[in-house]
């Protein structure tokens, strides 16, 4: 609406919507009148102004407690920078150092001072005999990598060495750590401490490492006690026993590409397998087989396959011979399902199966379900 002061009288009126005489104030008196279509207004205009306020209210209540959250969970910006962890947290860095640096060490002559400081800071006071080269490092293995607390780690490593002018002979000469005792490490075989620092150089760079001293010989490992089996003990695989059979034609199959087509036909159903590509040998022979349970050796009959669902763990040694005519012993441990007659692949084990604490039946059964949709050994 607008609005006008009348001449004269000093009198207000309107000329909007409202009738004059609505905006007519009695007497003389100045200022602001308005009528009752002005009120109106102002009192819709002051309702969607609360409206608006109550609406606001909830959600601001929601951003204030999820700003309160992330100041909570995210400390005050520094521009100080943290530091990165003073070791690797699993060793795998410090060993690969260590394997590196035992096999330059080894190898190093007279001059290599200073390729060695790479590794060894200490390298340049050193004194070092022979040609460079001269000792020959074929191999090398960290075996043993220990935390020491403030980033220091003690890494053992083995090596194969090869002396110069060394007799062939299958005797180490004496003192050396490669030979004596019932370690059964073969000669050359030596190992080796070294002391490692390992510190990261800013938060994102890669680690740094650093050896405190030179390497420290050190004996052989003793050899862990062999756990007993869940086999008993290994038999001629006999031409008429049928689990010979089966995993004499899936060898077959598996390492040289040949037996007739794929895989699948020698395995249980569900299961998957590919054959080992390129094939690296051109026959399997089967030698010997030994059955979980079996204690004495004496089981059933081996050519009788039990009724469909019996499964059984088996471990067999083989002759496979390669493309040159060499024969090399290989050993499998699978788990076999009868199934319509005869024996099936249910799984290729990753490796032979400690005896359990109260032994392990000769057969197992499954019911029909289970073989099935059998993918791997129970």
């Known amino acids: 609406m607008k609005w006008r002061r009348r001449q004269g009288n000093a009198k207000w009126v309107d000329e909007g919507v409202v009738g004059v005489g609505e905006m007519t104030p009695t007497g003389d008196v100045g200022g602001w009148s ?50 990165a962890p003073s070791a690797d947290p699993s060793g795998t860095g410090p060993a690969g150092f260590a394997e590196l640096y035992v096999s330059a060490y080894l190898s190093a002559g007279q001059g290599d001072q200073a390729s060695l400081a790479a590794f060894w800071p200490g390298a340049a006071q050193a004194q070092f005999d022979g040609e460079p080269g001269a000792r020959q490092v074929t191999q090398v293995a960290a075996v043993r990598t220990v935390p020491a607390g403030s980033g220091l780690w003690s890494v053992t490593v083995a090596a194969q060495v ?22 059964g490490q073969g000669p050359g075989l030596r190992y080796f401490q070294v002391a490692v620092a390992a510190a990261g150089a800013d938060e994102t760079g890669p680690w740094a490492y650093s050896a405190l001293s030179a390497p420290a ?20 695989a006999a031409p008429q026993d049928a689990r010979a059979q089966t995993v004499q034609q899936f060898l077959t199959a598996y390492l040289t590409g040949s037996g007739e087509g794929a895989l699948d036909r020698f395995l249980s159903p569900g299961v998957r397998m590919v054959p080992v590509s390129p094939a690296p040998y051109t026959l399997v022979d089967v030698e010997d ?9 004496s089981g059933s009959d081996p050519a009788t396959v039990p009724p469909s669902g019996a499964r059984q763990q088996v471990l067999v040694t083989v002759r496979a011979t390669d ?10 441990a699978f788990t076999l399902t009868a199934r319509a007659g005869r024996w099936e692949i249910t799984s290729l084990d990753p490796g032979p199966l400690p005896a359990q604490q109260t032994g392990a039946p000769a057969i197992t059964t499954t019911t029909p379900d289970e073989l099935s949709g059998a993918t791997t050994a129970p």
Not at 218 to 231: D, G, I, M
Not at 289 to 297: F, P, V
């Open 289 to 297: 087989i030994a059955a979980a349970g079996d204690d004495t050796g």
């Open 162 to 183: 090869i002396e110069p002018d060394a007799p062939a002979t299958s005797t180490p000469p004496p003192g050396s750590s490669g030979g004596g005792g019932d370690s």
């Open 34 to 83: 308005m009528t009752s279509g002005a009120a109106a207004n102002r009192a819709a205009l002051v309702r969607w102004a609360v409206w608006g306020v109550i609406v606001a209210g909830p959600l601001l209540g929601v951003a204030a407690l999820f700003s309160a959250a992330s100041a909570a969970g995210s400390p005050g910006r520094s521009n100080t920078v943290q530091a």
């Open 323 to 332: 493309r040159d005519g060499t024969h090399v012993p290989l050993a499998y």
């Open 217 to 236: 010989e050190v004996a052989a490992p003793a050899a862990a006690a062999a756990p007993r089996l869940v086999y008993g003990p290994s038999q001629p």
